[in-house]
């Protein structure tokens, strides 16, 4: 009996090397331990959302660290917001073990010392973020293992293809890097083996059992009974009646109907309702906070939490009275301590009731006990596809001790709301957005032909084509034919000709050297060229073609015309050509290193100032809106574009004095930082919302890091005095950990 | 009325709306934030001085002149200062 406990515990288990220690775990896990130890392989792994695999992989990646010769690790995550809840694990996870370093900075220092073999590192990047470390290092950067999570994005539109292209980038400049991808119950997951560099063994670890059981229940309203609803729970083709749901009030319109039933059955906490929309989530949060007849919180956290959003957002910002109810929002653009604190209070159910947006489905690991939704959209209109629904369907169960969980689907019968009804289970057929466009966009070939248009305004169906057009450009500047490529073994040799023919029409035009125009993916190469040609002949001083430093009084003038030449040379990006100057001054601010409060607050004034009415809730989403989609996505993109291609120009006229090799726009923007006290606060760690807050109160711009440290520890004692929100004082004692004394002081 | 000439250093232009023409045509053959080319610093320096807060306008000294944007999504000339300050100045008020 007891040999055979063993037995089963062995084959229950797997030997964590670092510690010496068995883990349990289940087949799937197994499987993923044994096949991702194994030397010289990819591998690709896929599961049901929240089965665990997240926390499996990082025990893995850390025992792989720990017990080999393994030092720079990259791990690709999709968004922002999952690149900071990754790091925020690895930290726990490694508690104070100070021989692992976790970054989600691209700084050529770390990769230097832990290519040399001083410290080991762990890169927690988005595929961006990836690129601007090869563009710093002049791709001079070998990675041992790099692990891709949510790597199914690979399908997406326009960040799929600059993830393929980092994945290729980095696989190129070490031919024996490891490689590691993750998914979400995938049909395919040996799809992301295929281009594994020749004698790589492939191995795929597949599995389909949900480790938590969920109910799809379906709620229709009784006839002639507004108030009372239906619920049934699915089993099979059929439905099996299990009550009726009571409502307090008439849910009179649809988002009535979504916020009154989610309050009437999710009474209990963990609950996640799903909106279609930033401003839907906040109304729907709304209602239901007036559903529930407890008073105001006297908690400190809920309290604290609603000071940093009035603090950082603005006064009147709509989170924090319905935070003061344990009620909240989320959506991507929030700034992400305060998301991140959201979410923490959501999983210790402080925060019962929390209205979200695909964002969770774009990679933010949150479980819960019940979802209730209605007609879910994924971006703006699409209705959401099977895999999607079961992505988000997923994150049902696991709350707490639990095991099983709830989805609640309104108006099941309502086409309008389920186009093909509430989904089936399903995975995710994994393809490569540039396979995709390939083979089933015939507009390829003529988008190509006429991207080189004199008006780019005028250009159709760039929606589809410019990303993978700009791929494509790239890898044939690269190889000299499609041919050569890892792609050309998925398509048709005669659609590779007829490609290639194309693309070297194109290649004729172009004198950018290849080795440009790959650190700048999804910047089609001809677009690069026309700007050079603009800087060639223009007949101005040369000068004015710079920008400016963000506290020069010119600065904003000229990010006008800097944007306005990208959106003629380039890519039509900053769109529409009245709204340049707001994203000019946006960004602006933000490479200014301003808070979000502030940049707010001024373009309050402004509007008071010029007697132009607003909305303020519409204010407040459209300004986060610009900072996160112009000021640390397409700004960055394109205007490190601009930056390159001007230092080619000024090289070539001998104006090389004009070159500030210091100052690197892209990480600049990616940040939102303009002194080097600004970035070494984030360097240690901190989140930009409080290394400003803090920057506010420090006189010196050129701190290192161990200047900073130096700060905080001398001025903790007075933090309470300087009107910081708790949970930032938090934050910077939690990563930058002061003597134990001042901790304890705050703490307490 | 005969319409009254204008002076600007060197130029001369029959009427008022000549020398706005001309100007405008100037201001707009730059883009925003760019510095004025030398030969136009010289007639804008010509022209700063009839300005009648010319003194107030140039303070420290010219350092050199900027198209930039003025109120409400238009533009203007600037004069940059040697100080490093900078103020935007109307044209039409100097004739």
């Given at each position: 009996?007891?040999?055979?406990?063993?037995?089963?515990?062995?084959?229950?288990?797997?030997?964590?090397?670092?510690?010496?220690?068995?883990?349990?775990?289940?087949?799937?896990?197994?499987?993923?331990?044994?096949?991702?130890?194994?030397?010289?392989?990819?591998?690709?792994?896929?599961?049901?959302?929240?089965?665990?695999?997240?926390?499996?992989?990082?025990?893995?990646?850390?025992?792989?660290?720990?017990?080999?010769?393994?030092?720079?690790?990259?791990?690709?995550?999709?968004?922002?917001?999952?690149?900071?809840?990754?790091?925020?694990?690895?930290?726990?996870?490694?508690?104070?073990?100070?021989?692992?370093?976790?970054?989600?900075?691209?700084?050529?220092?770390?990769?230097?010392?832990?290519?040399?073999?001083?410290?080991?590192?762990?890169?927690?990047?988005?595929?961006?973020?990836?690129?601007?470390?090869?563009?710093?290092?002049?791709?001079?950067?070998?990675?041992?293992?790099?692990?891709?999570?949510?790597?199914?994005?690979?399908?997406?539109?326009?960040?799929?293809?600059?993830?393929?292209?980092?994945?290729?980038?980095?696989?190129?400049?070490?031919?024996?890097?490891?490689?590691?991808?993750?998914?979400?119950?995938?049909?395919?997951?040996?799809?992301?083996?295929?281009?594994?560099?020749?004698?790589?063994?492939?191995?795929?670890?597949?599995?389909?059992?949900?480790?938590?059981?969920?109910?799809?229940?379906?709620?229709?309203?009784?006839?002639?009974?507004?108030?009372?609803?239906?619920?049934?729970?699915?089993?099979?083709?059929?439905?099996?009646?299990?009550?009726?749901?009571?409502?307090?009030?008439?849910?009179?319109?649809?988002?009535?109907?979504?916020?009154?039933?989610?309050?009437?059955?999710?009474?209990?906490?963990?609950?996640?309702?799903?909106?279609?929309?930033?401003?839907?989530?906040?109304?729907?949060?709304?209602?239901?906070?007036?559903?529930?007849?407890?008073?105001?919180?006297?908690?400190?956290?809920?309290?604290?939490?609603?000071?940093?959003?009035?603090?950082?957002?603005?006064?009147?910002?709509?989170?924090?009275?319905?935070?003061?109810?344990?009620?909240?929002?989320?959506?991507?653009?929030?700034?992400?301590?305060?998301?991140?604190?959201?979410?923490?209070?959501?999983?210790?159910?402080?925060?019962?009731?929390?209205?979200?947006?695909?964002?969770?489905?774009?990679?933010?690991?949150?479980?819960?006990?019940?979802?209730?939704?209605?007609?879910?959209?994924?971006?703006?209109?699409?209705?959401?596809?099977?895999?999607?629904?079961?992505?988000?369907?997923?994150?049902?169960?696991?709350?707490?001790?639990?095991?099983?969980?709830?989805?609640?689907?309104?108006?099941?019968?309502?086409?309008?709301?389920?186009?093909?009804?509430?989904?089936?289970?399903?995975?995710?057929?994994?393809?490569?957005?540039?396979?995709?466009?390939?083979?089933?966009?015939?507009?390829?070939?003529?988008?190509?032909?006429?991207?080189?248009?004199?008006?780019?305004?005028?250009?159709?169906?760039?929606?589809?084509?410019?990303?993978?057009?700009?791929?494509?450009?790239?890898?044939?500047?690269?190889?000299?034919?499609?041919?050569?490529?890892?792609?050309?073994?998925?398509?048709?040799?005669?659609?590779?000709?007829?490609?290639?023919?194309?693309?070297?029409?194109?290649?004729?035009?172009?004198?950018?050297?290849?080795?440009?125009?790959?650190?700048?993916?999804?910047?089609?190469?001809?677009?690069?060229?026309?700007?050079?040609?603009?800087?060639?002949?223009?007949?101005?001083?040369?000068?004015?073609?710079?920008?400016?430093?963000?506290?020069?009084?010119?600065?904003?003038?000229?990010?006008?015309?800097?944007?306005?030449?990208?959106?003629?040379?380039?890519?039509?990006?900053?769109?529409?050509?009245?709204?340049?100057?707001?994203?000019?001054?946006?960004?602006?601010?933000?490479?200014?290193?301003?808070?979000?409060?502030?940049?707010?607050?001024?373009?309050?004034?402004?509007?008071?100032?010029?007697?132009?009415?607003?909305?303020?809730?519409?204010?407040?989403?459209?300004?986060?809106?610009?900072?996160?989609?112009?000021?640390?996505?397409?700004?960055?993109?394109?205007?490190?574009?601009?930056?390159?291609?001007?230092?080619?120009?000024?090289?070539?006229?001998?104006?090389?004095?004009?070159?500030?090799?210091?100052?690197?726009?892209?990480?600049?923007?990616?940040?939102?930082?303009?002194?080097?006290?600004?970035?070494?606060?984030?360097?240690?760690?901190?989140?930009?919302?409080?290394?400003?807050?803090?920057?506010?109160?420090?006189?010196?711009?050129?701190?290192?890091?161990?200047?900073?440290?130096?700060?905080?520890?001398?001025?903790?004692?007075?933090?309470?005095?300087?009107?910081?929100?708790?949970?930032?004082?938090?934050?910077?004692?939690?990563?930058?950990?002061?003597?134990?004394?001042?901790?304890?002081?705050?703490?307490? | 009325m005969p319409a009254k000439p204008v002076k600007i250093g060197s130029l001369y232009f029959k009427k008022k709306g000549d020398a706005a023409h001309y100007l405008r045509e100037m201001l707009?053959?730059?883009?925003?934030?760019?510095?004025?080319?030398?030969?136009d610093?010289t007639i804008l320096r010509d022209l700063i001085l009839m300005h009648p807060e010319c003194?107030?306008k140039t303070?420290?000294?010219?350092?050199?002149?900027?198209?930039?944007?003025?109120?409400?999504?238009?533009?203007c000339f600037?004069v940059?200062?040697?100080?490093?300050?900078?103020?935007?100045f109307s044209v039409g008020a100097c004739y």
């Amino acid at each position: 009996m007891r040999i055979e406990a063993y037995k089963r515990k062995f084959d229950d288990s797997v030997l964590v090397e670092a510690t010496g220690k068995w883990l349990g775990v289940n087949e799937f896990q197994k499987e993923f331990w044994t096949g991702a130890s194994s030397e010289n392989s990819w591998l690709s792994a896929s599961a049901p959302t929240a089965s665990g695999k997240t926390f499996l992989v990082l025990q893995w990646l850390l025992d792989r660290l720990i017990t080999t010769d393994t030092s720079v690790v990259v791990y690709l995550a999709p968004t922002r917001a999952l690149v900071t809840e990754i790091e925020a694990s690895l930290n726990d996870l490694l508690a104070d073990d100070k021989t692992i370093n976790v970054t989600s900075l691209p700084l050529a220092e770390k990769y230097l010392s832990a290519a040399a073999g001083v410290t080991k590192t762990i890169f927690v990047f988005t595929q961006e973020r990836l690129h601007l470390l090869a563009n710093i290092l002049s791709d001079e950067l070998s990675v041992d293992l790099l692990i891709v999570d949510e790597a199914h994005k690979i399908g997406d539109n326009q960040r799929g293809v600059i993830l393929q292209d980092a994945i290729e980038r980095i696989s190129r400049s070490n031919h024996k890097m490891k490689a590691v991808f993750v998914s979400p119950s995938t049909q395919n997951p040996d799809e992301l083996l295929q281009d594994a560099p020749i004698g790589t063994d492939r191995v795929s670890v597949d599995s389909d059992i949900p480790t938590v059981l969920q109910n799809v229940i379906l709620a229709q309203q009784v006839p002639r009974k507004p108030k009372e609803w239906a619920l049934g729970l699915v089993s099979g083709d059929s439905s099996i009646p299990i009550g009726v749901l009571q409502l307090a009030n008439k849910p009179a319109g649809l988002r009535k109907r979504l916020a009154f039933i989610a309050a009437a059955a999710g009474a209990r906490g963990g609950t996640l309702i799903y909106c279609n929309g930033a401003a839907e989530a906040e109304e729907i949060a709304l209602l239901i906070s007036q559903l529930d007849i407890r008073e105001k919180t006297d908690d400190k956290e809920l309290l604290d939490l609603a000071d940093l959003a009035r603090k950082g957002v603005h006064r009147s910002y709509q989170l924090a009275p319905l935070v003061e109810r344990g009620v909240a929002f989320h959506y991507g653009n929030m700034p992400a301590l305060i998301r991140v604190e959201i979410e923490r209070l959501f999983r210790i159910g402080k925060i019962r009731f929390l209205a979200c947006t695909s964002t969770l489905i774009e990679g933010v690991n949150l479980s819960c006990r019940t979802i209730v939704v209605r007609g879910p959209r994924k971006g703006r209109g699409n209705p959401m596809e099977p895999h999607d629904f079961w992505n988000l369907a997923g994150r049902a169960g696991r709350w707490g001790n639990e095991f099983q969980g709830n989805i609640i689907c309104i108006d099941p019968n309502d086409e309008s709301a389920w186009p093909i009804g509430v989904p089936k289970r399903s995975r995710y057929p994994i393809q490569r957005e540039t396979d995709a466009v390939m083979t089933s966009k015939d507009g390829l070939v003529e988008y190509l032909d006429g991207r080189d248009i004199e008006s780019l305004s005028d250009l159709e169906g760039a929606e589809h084509y410019e990303q993978v057009g700009a791929y494509l450009l790239d890898t044939y500047l690269r190889l000299g034919s499609l041919a050569n490529a890892g792609l050309a073994k998925r398509h048709d040799s005669k659609l590779l000709e007829k490609l290639d023919a194309c693309l070297e029409r194109m290649a004729r035009k172009i004198d950018i050297p290849a080795e440009l125009s790959i650190r700048h993916p999804g910047v089609s190469a001809i677009g690069l060229q026309r700007l050079l040609d603009l800087f060639k002949n223009y007949e101005g001083d040369v000068e004015n073609l710079l920008p400016a430093p963000s506290e020069s009084v010119d600065a904003y003038d000229r990010y006008v015309t800097v944007m306005r030449r990208i959106n003629s040379s380039i890519f039509p990006v900053f769109l529409p050509d009245g709204l340049v100057p707001l994203h000019a001054l946006i960004v602006v601010e933000w490479l200014k290193g301003l808070s979000l409060a502030v940049i707010i607050r001024k373009r309050i004034e402004y509007h008071q100032r010029n007697n132009k009415t607003f909305k303020l809730a519409v204010l407040i989403r459209d300004t986060m809106d610009i900072v996160e989609q112009t000021a640390r996505f397409k700004a960055p993109k394109y205007i490190s574009a601009y930056m390159d291609i001007l230092h080619m120009h000024l090289l070539e006229i001998k104006r090389d004095d004009l070159i500030d090799e210091d100052f690197d726009i892209g990480v600049a923007l990616e940040f939102g930082v303009s002194s080097t006290t600004l970035l070494s606060l984030m360097e240690l760690g901190l989140s930009r919302m409080t290394a400003v807050a803090l920057y506010e109160k420090i006189s010196k711009d050129d701190l290192s890091r161990d200047g900073c440290v130096r700060w905080i520890t001398d001025h903790a004692p007075n933090f309470e005095g300087m009107d910081l929100p708790n949970i930032i004082v938090r934050e910077v004692l939690e990563r930058v950990r002061p003597p134990r004394s001042l901790q304890e002081q705050f703490t307490d | 009325m005969p319409a009254k000439p204008v002076k600007i250093g060197s130029l001369y232009f029959k009427k008022k709306g000549d020398a706005a023409h001309y100007l405008r045509e100037m201001l707009y053959k730059y883009d925003l934030g760019d510095k004025v080319s030398k030969d136009d610093s010289t007639i804008l320096r010509d022209l700063i001085l009839m300005h009648p807060e010319c003194e107030e306008k140039t303070g420290s000294g010219i350092e050199s002149f900027s198209v930039r944007s003025a109120d409400f999504g238009t533009r203007c000339f600037w004069v940059n200062r040697t100080d490093g300050t900078t103020e935007k100045f109307s044209v039409g008020a100097c004739y």
